[in-house]
């Protein structure tokens, strides 16, 4: 059974309002008072001097669990939105990895499922795992990209991106937190540019709702699980709104939804899950035994969601 056995977090110091970043990437007044007022946004984390490789860096550097075990990590996995994170020849993923004494690995990018990329990199590390003869080697999933271009930062009326990162300890078994279902569907039909196209913006935000509550309710049955058994559902960190919109849907209580980080941090590509899950277990709002969902959407389209025991 695929388990989380440790996750670190890195943030940026620096948290700019999203009227300072609509200033840069040329949005109107009318957009951001709709991200603030409608969506409950308010600032996102963003480190402009910084490069892909110090972004993370603070991940994996914080990932303490680590230490000293460097020599079981059999893969790793860099869970990416962006098919394009650096240009050609830059590996900043190498770089990290030489720096961590990780450089035996086997090291590759997770891709186009975009902003759920996260979750089918745990998928995927997990199976690579059950190959294992070692009952000890250990996956390390990483993820945190750069918004280095106006696209890499909107989802136009839905979200702002930030700059956040993560680095998760994978083990085929007996750790932390066990993977109990993953579910996912693609809808390839909105592989566009949303923002050239209104017509396909208005047909994914009307089918969103409804596919993503279709992933949740799969992965809860597939764990045996009924949603009013869930302690929490952890988000994708795009806006407030969808969140309670959906949860009415699904009949969930949002209050037992994770929605900490919209306003405080924002949409960190692949990396919510992991900032979600480590602000629940810091704030003490999972119990052992407790079960709980991921979930994730990627433009695309990508609809995911994970249940896990705690």
């Excluded at 929605?259 to 941090?265: E, G, K, Q, R, T």
Aim: charged fraction near 20%; hydrophobic fraction near 45%.
């Amino acid at each position: 059974m695929t388990a989380l056995e440790a996750v670190a977090v890195h943030l940026p110091d620096r948290a700019v309002p999203i009227e300072l970043v609509g200033e840069r990437i040329g949005l109107t007044p009318r957009q951001l008072k709709l991200f603030r007022r409608f969506h409950g946004l308010d600032q996102v984390r963003l480190d402009p001097d910084g490069t892909l490789l110090d972004l993370l860096t603070g991940a994996l550097g914080a990932l303490t669990e680590l230490r000293g075990r460097e020599h079981q990590v059999r893969y790793v996995l860099h869970a990416r939105s962006m098919p394009v994170s650096t240009p050609y020849p830059a590996n900043p993923l190498h770089d990290l990895l030489d720096r961590f004494g990780l450089g035996h690995a086997n090291a590759f990018a997770v891709t186009h499922h975009a902003c759920a990329a996260g979750l089918l990199a745990i998928d995927l590390a997990g199976r690579l795992l059950a190959g294992e003869s070692d009952p000890d080697a250990l996956a390390l999933v990483l993820t945190g990209e750069k918004t280095f271009t106006r696209d890499a930062q909107l989802v136009p009326e839905t979200a702002i991106f930030a700059e956040g990162a993560a680095a998760c300890l994978i083990r085929a078994g007996g750790g932390r937190d066990e993977v109990l279902s993953y579910a996912v569907r693609q809808l390839g039909e909105f592989d566009g540019r949303l923002a050239e196209d209104p017509e396909l913006l208005a047909e994914y935000q009307r089918v969103y709702p409804e596919v993503m509550a279709e992933v949740i309710r799969q992965a809860a049955d597939e764990a045996g699980i009924a949603l009013d058994e869930l302690a929490l559902i952890l988000p994708h960190n795009v806006n407030s709104v969808s969140w309670r919109g959906l949860c009415r849907r699904l009949g969930y209580p949002v209050e037992r939804v994770v929605l900490d980080n919209v306003a405080s941090v924002g949409h960190s590509f692949a990396a919510d899950a992991f900032i979600n899950l480590h602000t629940a277990t810091a704030r003490g709002l999972l119990r052992p035994g407790d079960r709980y969902l991921i979930a994730a959407s990627g433009l695309g389209a990508t609809f995911s969601a994970m249940a896990v025991r705690h």
